[in-house]
């Protein structure tokens, strides 16, 4: 079975610049997760779909975080403009099930982003 | 709100000596608990679970836990660490359906 799929794995941009990362959720998983981990923390979420809606997103700093599922598969997260403090791994992982507390979440190798 | 404290930010072990990985959570409402594993430039992968069930948790590569309730702890064990161990290793708490509240991480060195 393939696991999540994310990419780029690296991504180096300037300060007000716009990024955007990609994730593959495990085929037939309802629900995915877009996480930020910060360098020596343990990652937060930021936003939660299940199939093409949002669960949870108040994490997200939406004024200039934006995140979409389309067709209830594939997913893009976007940052425009960055910040300096937005360097860290982004993370995406899926369940099978509608993200119940005891689901298992199984997680991509993360997109490292550093912002200069 | 949740919370989980990860005592230790790095411990380090001989090889074949016994692994012992601190947590503790905070939580209003039961909780469901999880240990996961970080290995350098991978993605994190899930150790094991306590959904309510038994206390003492087993998972995967020797590793188990045991939930305790009096001591709001979830400690992780291992009897014999070995090399391929080392990693950094996150404690994990939700309820309901509130989301994944994960500890800072602890990194697990293994010295031969």
């Known amino acids: 079975e393939a696991g999540v799929a994310q990419s780029p794995r690296y991504k180096i941009i300037e300060k007000r610049q716009s990024v955007a990362f990609w994730c593959n959720p495990i085929s037939g998983h309802a629900t995915l997760y877009w996480y930020q981990q910060i360098l020596g923390q343990g990652p937060k979420l930021l936003i939660q779909f299940q199939n093409n809606g949002v669960v949870d997103d108040s994490q997200l700093p939406k004024d200039r975080f934006s995140a979409e599922r389309l067709k209830g598969v594939d997913s893009t997260l976007k940052i425009q403009p960055a910040k300096l403090e937005d360097s860290a791994v982004y993370l995406c992982?899926?369940?099978?099930?509608?993200?119940?507390?005891?689901?298992?979440?199984?997680f991509g190798p993360g997109t490292r982003l550093t912002v200069l | 709100a949740q919370s989980v404290t990860q005592l230790g930010s790095h411990v380090s072990v001989s090889e074949g000596a016994l692994v012992l990985l601190r947590c503790n959570y905070s939580?209003?409402?039961?909780?469901?608990l999880f240990w996961y594993v970080q290995y350098p430039n991978q993605g994190l992968q899930l150790l094991l679970k306590?959904?309510?069930?038994?206390?003492l948790v087993k998972g995967i590569n020797g590793f188990e836990a045991e939930f305790k309730k009096s001591e709001t702890s979830f400690h992780l064990t291992k009897p014999s660490a070995h090399m391929s161990d080392a990693a950094e290793y996150f404690c994990a708490s939700n309820s309901g359906n509130t989301p994944l509240v994960f500890g800072k991480g602890t990194r697990l060195s293994v010295i031969a």
């Open positions: 939580s209003s409402v039961p909780p469901y």
């Open positions: 992982a899926s369940s099978l099930l509608a993200g119940g507390s005891t689901d298992t979440q199984y």
């Open positions: 306590y959904t309510s069930a038994a206390t």
